[in-house]
């Protein structure tokens, strides 16, 4: 019979990081090289919406598919952090999941634009840094998105239309990167998520040490 392991002690609380950038801009791909880098340990929320599932999509990976009804009692009970409405169709990021993770001492990530990230902030404000990342120009940016060979030419306009509104919330975010030099960006990243896993609060297993630092006798040299 096999003994039961005890699961280790958490350390800290866990943050959520939240990326929002124009799209283009790279953050994408920033969550992405996060959520491959195995040693960060990062945690990728999963969605509800009530759209119907595609072809190459897996339930309770890509996304929780689920009716409208259900959403909308989701809603109605406060059960997301945040949600919104996209061509008549419901997404939201469940609270619960998030609030497990963290006390479990796990970080996650976010992808959301900057109605999500004020959402989020204004429910768990403790509990999440946000971070926007800025293209070097609207050139590149529009150059970038021809390089994706996506969209066709009225869509990138309309992307680069809509860039103005998400770039004009930029000062509302905890840190700003200006994402010229990917590899750059994503060192920048890890310095961030560094020093805010350092941060006080988060430290959750300071307090016993530093009162058996505090109390009792000081050792002595004879």
Same mark, same amino acid.
């Given at each position: 019979?096999?003994?039961?392991?005890?699961?280790?002690?958490?350390?800290? *609380?866990?943050? =959520?990081?939240?990326?929002?950038?124009? #799209?283009?801009?790279?953050?994408?791909?920033?969550?992405?090289?996060?959520? !491959? *880098?195995?040693?960060? !340990?990062?945690?990728? #929320?999963? #969605?509800?919406?009530?759209?119907?599932?595609?072809?190459?999509?897996?339930?309770?990976? $890509?996304?929780? %598919?689920?009716?409208?009804?259900?959403?909308?009692?989701?809603?109605?009970?406060?059960?997301?952090?945040?949600?919104?409405?996209?061509?008549?169709? %419901?997404?939201? /990021? @469940?609270?619960?999941?998030?609030?497990?993770? &963290?006390?479990?001492?796990? $970080?996650? =990530?976010?992808?959301?634009?900057? !109605?999500?990230?004020?959402?989020?902030?204004?429910?768990?404000?403790?509990? =999440?840094? /946000?971070?926007?990342?800025? @293209? @070097?120009?609207?050139?590149?940016?529009?150059?970038?998105?021809?390089?994706?060979?996506?969209?066709?030419?009225?869509?990138?306009?309309? *992307?680069?239309?809509?860039?103005?509104?998400?770039?004009?919330?930029?000062?509302?975010?905890?840190?700003?990167? =200006?994402?010229? $030099?990917?590899?750059?960006?994503?060192?920048?990243?890890?310095?961030?998520?560094?020093?805010?896993?350092?941060?006080?609060?988060? !430290? /959750?297993?300071?307090?016993?040490?530093?009162?058996? &630092?505090?109390?009792?006798?000081?050792?002595?040299? $004879?």
């Amino acid at each position: 019979m096999k003994a039961n392991i005890p699961d280790a002690p958490v350390t800290r *609380r866990g943050f =959520v990081l939240i990326l929002s950038s124009p #799209s283009g801009a790279g953050k994408s791909t920033l969550t992405r090289r996060l959520l !491959q *880098r195995h040693e960060l !340990q990062m945690r990728m #929320s999963v #969605s509800v919406t009530t759209r119907a599932r595609r072809p190459s999509e897996i339930a309770g990976q $890509d996304y929780h %598919f689920i009716s409208r009804e259900e959403f909308e009692l989701g809603r109605d009970r406060g059960d997301y952090l945040e949600w919104a409405e996209v061509h008549g169709n %419901f997404y939201g /990021t @469940p609270r619960g999941a998030v609030e497990k993770s &963290l006390a479990a001492g796990h $970080d996650m =990530v976010f992808d959301i634009d900057w !109605q999500g990230a004020d959402q989020v902030v204004g429910k768990m404000p403790d509990d =999440v840094v /946000t971070v926007f990342i800025l @293209p @070097p120009s609207m050139v590149e940016l529009r150059n970038r998105l021809v390089r994706r060979a996506e969209d066709a030419k009225e869509v990138i306009d309309a *992307r680069l239309a809509a860039a103005r509104d998400e770039i004009a919330h930029w000062d509302a975010y905890d840190y700003v990167l =200006v994402n010229e $030099d990917l590899d750059e960006s994503y060192n920048a990243l890890i310095a961030i998520i560094s020093a805010e896993r350092l941060k006080r609060r988060r !430290q /959750t297993a300071l307090a016993p040490l530093v009162a058996s &630092l505090m109390e009792g006798p000081l050792p002595r040299h $004879d």
